[in-house]
């Protein structure tokens, strides 16, 4: 127990003014007498009498020193150790990010403890006491704003939920900061294992200290009780010899005992390579992947291993394909296959050398040669002949300038267009989902797009009518289209992300039903062949009706870390982590201000008893 106005405790001086007035509440008046023989009896009650003696037997003084201590301790305003929640307002963080997922809580998560000791809280609340809960992850999200509600709070600590995503607490006690300044004499409480929190030094003023208030009002409950645990916490790739790529991974082990273990390496869900490795306590190994497959693909590297964290035992990276595009072309301009055989990325080819289902896009300049739309390839079309239901001419436009221009579109990556002229052009009238990319002050004049079966780039007027086959950007403008057509302008952004990252999925078309790593289905629109989706919450495959899979991935040394820390730093000082059990100071002077109150009471009550 400690006092917050230990100064008050001088007010039990009183107590000697009281024992004073006691002293002096016997009077005797002196007299003479002849012989104190017969006064035997009385000097025996003078002696009885006695000031010291008397208050040991009065009833009265006991009560009312009682009384005064109780009001006096009241003043100094005491503290007292409980497992409830400090009284007055509290803000509980919980964390929920991927290290509280490891199952080393008697085959519990970390999560579910948490929780538990979160649900202990709230049972703990007395009177006018409230409390707010915030869930800290990758995102910060208030589940419920301060009340008294216990139900509502209980509701609040069931949503959340566990994730598979990387964070630390700077946002979630910022949010909790500002909600406890609108609070009198409100507290934090975190509970977490300490996992991503950064640790600095805590004169350190910078942003990446997690508190912003005093630390004598931030409480850190730890959950945790091991780093049993191997994970993957890098991968990428880079293209290597002969056009093969390499993949390279970086796995620690931060259990304190050597660990095997097994590494196998699938690529679109083929098997392509295993094998093992040998990882010392606390240490970390490179791995490197080096005989893939020149097709590339989304690739899974899985380690064969029984430890606490089951999140980082995955990782995915996104592998360009390195054979050559062979790429269809029809027409006579000799200036497109210049253009495409500068660019090692392309094999062209004379459409007429085989058959247009042969190719991974088809290029047409002109007549629109048959076959070639019943093909469903990827098609880049200058200047082509009118195809019912795709392009139709409506009109002729003469002495164009490129007047917009959308830089969001991969094909207009590092173009200008800013001098291109073109002497004339038709109108057209495309299909819906053709959408201009760039265009004249009179319409468009290239347009892109994908209807859920293909991909299509539209030139709409003769390279021999404008100056574009003489600029620098007319084989940048080939090569950006045929790699979006192929689809190899995807980076390894949108396949593999880390988990918490939002997936961005192009070529999509009206409503994806989207499949998360634990079963659950979204459906989600596209807006102009592109869908957003930020649930990547859990670490794996997500499956798109119609699309390819993507995958999201921890990799993430600080969550992959296991060990619970002992503590957080603040810029007010260093928060000391108290292990599961939650113990808290609350004020008891309301309780001996009643208890003051009945002792004088029942003082009151003895006096007119006359006990």
């Known amino acids: ?257 050597d660990r095997d273990v097994g590494l196998e390496i699938r690529i679109e869900g083929k098997l392509v390579d295993s094998r093992s490795a040998s990882i010392k306590a606390g240490e970390r190994a490179g791995v490197v992947f080096d005989a893939l497959p020149l097709a590339g693909g ?35 301009n000799p200036f497109l296959m210049q253009a495409l055989a500068v660019n090692p990325d392309f094999d062209a080819r004379r459409i007429g050398s085989g058959a247009p289902s042969e190719f991974d896009c088809l290029l047409i300049e002109g007549a629109v040669p048959p076959g070639v739309i019943e093909s469903g390839r990827p098609l880049l079309a200058i200047n082509p002949s009118d195809v019912a239901g795709l392009w139709e001419t409506t009109g002729q436009r003469e002495a164009l300038e490129i007047a917009s221009i959308d830089r969001s579109h991969p094909i207009n990556s590092f173009l200008s267009y800013s001098d291109l002229h073109v002497e004339s052009a038709p109108s057209l009238s495309a299909a819906p989902w053709l959408r201009p990319v760039a265009s004249a002050a009179s319409g468009g004049l290239i347009w892109a797009g994908d209807d859920g079966t293909r991909r299509s780039v539209l030139i709409g007027f003769d390279l021999s009518k404008s100056d574009l086959p003489l600029k620098i950007e007319f084989p940048l403008l080939l090569a950006n289209s045929i790699n979006w057509l192929a689809g190899r302008n995807t980076s390894a952004d949108e396949r593999a992300v880390r988990a918490g990252q939002p997936l961005i999925i192009r070529g999509a078309s009206g409503k994806v039903s989207l499949t998360d790593p634990s079963g659950e289905t979204h459906e989600i629109e596209s807006r102009d062949g592109i869908i957003t989706f930020a649930g990547t919450a859990r670490a794996g495959l997500y499956e798109a009706s119609g699309l390819p899979p993507f995958a999201a991935s921890l990799l993430s040394e600080s969550e992959t870390d296991l060990a619970p820390r002992d503590s957080i730093k603040t810029r007010a000082g260093e928060v000391k982590g108290q292990a599961e059990t939650f113990s808290s100071e609350r004020e008891v002077w309301k309780w001996l201000a009643i208890f003051a109150l009945a002792v004088l009471t029942l003082e009151w009550w003895a006096y007119h008893r006359r006990i």
């Open 1 to 257: 127990m400690r006092l917050l106005s230990p100064a008050a405790l001088w007010w039990l001086s009183l107590g000697a003014v009281i024992i004073f007035f006691y002293l002096l509440k016997l009077k005797r008046k002196r007299r003479v007498v002849s012989s104190t023989l017969l006064w035997q009896r009385t000097l025996e009650e003078m002696e009885a009498n006695a000031p010291f003696k008397k208050l040991r037997r009065s009833l009265l003084l006991l009560l009312q020193l009682a009384a005064l201590a109780a009001l006096v301790f009241s003043l100094a305003r005491p503290l007292v150790t409980t497992r409830a929640l400090a009284s007055g307002s509290t803000v509980i963080i919980i964390d929920s990010t991927a290290s509280m997922s490891a199952r080393d809580e008697e085959g519990r998560s970390r999560l579910e403890r948490a929780k538990s000791i979160a649900r202990e809280m709230i049972e703990g609340l007395e009177g006018d006491d409230r409390a707010a809960i915030i869930d800290s992850s990758s995102r910060v999200a208030v589940r419920s704003p301060m009340t008294s509600d216990r139900a509502a709070l209980a509701t609040a600590i069931e949503d959340v939920r566990e994730t598979e995503t990387p964070g630390d607490l700077t946002d979630a006690l910022r949010l909790a900061t500002q909600i406890a300044k609108s609070e009198r004499d409100a507290g934090i409480v975190i509970i977490g294992d300490g996992g991503g929190s950064p640790v600095v030094a805590a004169s350190d003023s910078s942003a990446g200290t997690v508190a912003q208030g005093p630390a004598q009002q931030v409480r850190f409950v730890r959950v945790g009780q091991r780093s049993d645990n191997v994970g993957i916490i890098a991968m990428n790739w880079r293209p290597a010899g002969g056009r093969r790529p390499e993949l390279f991974a970086s796995v620690a082990n931060f259990s304190d005992r």
């Open 298 to 332: 989304l690739v899974e590297l899985k380690l064969g291993i029984d430890d606490d964290l089951a999140a980082d035992n995955l990782a995915y990276a996104n592998l360009p394909d390195a054979r050559p595009l062979r790429v269809g072309v029809s027409g006579d």
